[in-house]
């Protein structure tokens, strides 16, 4: 009897995916010089049989499944949600904000709702609705929805989420589209006259630089999640202007239940902004990619990978003077072949990849960027794995 999920034997992966450019279907394997490789439905590619890939490069791996987490699971980096589901949803100071957050609550769920500290007790018993309890409580809901306005203002200081900018200016008589990668003397300044923040290179005023979108959002307009500094006062950006937030910001979490003196509370937050910018000048630089693509690069595709080098959150990629990008793929003499070419020599922080530049016999293959330039740690190296 034949089985139909052996797909053959091969001399090498990339005559896998000359054959099946789609890929296999759960079960599928091959065999490729004398190792057998079966096909990793979450993840898309041949894996070799009880051989789990490891990396030092930040992989954006992507499972199209449920996982199961039976015991403890720790989150080195940030943690990003669509959606988490809790008993406890928190607390709301109407009927109407829960009812918004969560219109469709599964049985078990809790909620409080209230102006003050205990809130009235919201249970969900029946799927799909909401039911006064008549008694009160939610204390402990207070790290919960009940800080949202902290999480939208002085918490994102926390996060990071902050952008500096060094001074009003008005009168601006030059103004220019995309500022040049370098510059004696760079800052970004908020123009009072238009309500709107630009890039001062060497006194002249750019529209468009790079980190902009630490101030814009992607459809243009100034960002309304970010706290800007300037002389450690912090601004939102109310949908007109630049509106000073400090003192507000100091009631929002002194009214949620820190304790402290007025002046203390407001001395301990002057301090975070610091810290914040201190953060971002003494933290070492370090180098991130974005790609079209989730690690995987099937024939036919061309992944476009940008890399960019930070000090914190603090975007230093114009400070780069030198790019250098290596292949390792397992194969010496076509991995020199390959350093050697002009899209190698060339490369200065973009770079289109297919699978031709791919090695043709290990199953993944490594690309070693470094950025050198004028920051404290002269260079800093990074790996990406295809």
């Known amino acids: 009897m034949n089985d139909l999920n052996f797909l053959g034997t091969y001399g090498n992966i990339r005559e896998v995916w000359t054959k099946y450019p789609n890929g296999g279907i759960s079960g599928d394997y091959v065999i490729i010089a004398d190792v057998k490789y079966r096909w990793d439905k979450y993840v898309k590619r041949w894996r070799r049989e009880g051989d789990f890939l490891e990396s030092t490069a930040r992989l954006n791996r992507i499972f199209r499944a449920d996982v199961t987490v039976e015991n403890n699971l720790t989150v080195s980096g940030t943690l990003r949600a669509k959606g988490i589901k809790q008993p406890n949803c928190g607390f709301y100071r109407t009927y109407e904000g829960l009812l918004e957050k969560y219109p469709e609550p599964e049985v078990g769920y809790w909620a409080c709702v209230g102006d003050t500290v205990p809130g009235e007790i919201y249970v969900c018993e029946e799927k799909g609705v909401w039911k006064a309890t008549g008694e009160t409580g939610g204390i402990d809901s207070l790290d919960l929805d009940r800080l949202d306005e902290i999480e939208e203002n002085a918490s994102l200081a926390l996060a990071g ?116 910018i201190e953060f971002d000048i003494e933290a070492p630089a370090r180098m991130e990619h974005e790609s079209n693509i989730d690690g995987f690069l099937g024939p036919g595709e061309t992944a476009t990978v940008k890399f960019t080098v930070w000090k914190g959150y603090l975007p230093i990629t114009a400070l780069v003077t030198k790019w250098s990008i290596s292949r390792e793929g397992g194969d010496a003499p076509s991995d020199a072949v390959w350093n050697s070419s002009a899209k190698a020599v060339n490369f200065s922080g973009t770079i289109d990849l297919t699978v031709d530049d791919l090695s043709a016999v290990q199953q993944s293959t490594t690309f070693t960027v470094t950025a050198e330039g004028s920051f404290s740690e002269g260079a800093v190296s990074y790996n990406i794995e295809i």
């Not at 970004?188 to 980190?211: A, H, I, S």
């Not at 006062?233 to 009631?251: I, P």
């Open 161 to 276: 989420a902050t952008a500096r900018f060094t001074e009003f200016v008005t009168g601006i008589s030059v103004i220019k589209d995309v500022a040049p990668e370098k510059g004696n003397k760079r800052c970004v300044v908020w123009d009072e006259l238009n309500c709107r923040f630009l890039m001062n290179v060497d006194g002249n005023f750019y529209t468009d630089w790079d980190g902009k979108q630490l101030y814009y959002n992607e459809n243009g307009k100034i960002r309304r999640d970010k706290i800007f500094v300037c002389d450690n006062v912090a601004y939102l950006y109310n949908g007109t202007t630049l509106v000073d937030v400090t003192e507000n910001l100091y009631n929002k979490i002194h009214n949620a239940g820190f304790d402290g003196t007025p002046d203390e509370m407001y001395a301990a937050f002057a301090a975070l902004l610091r810290r914040t």
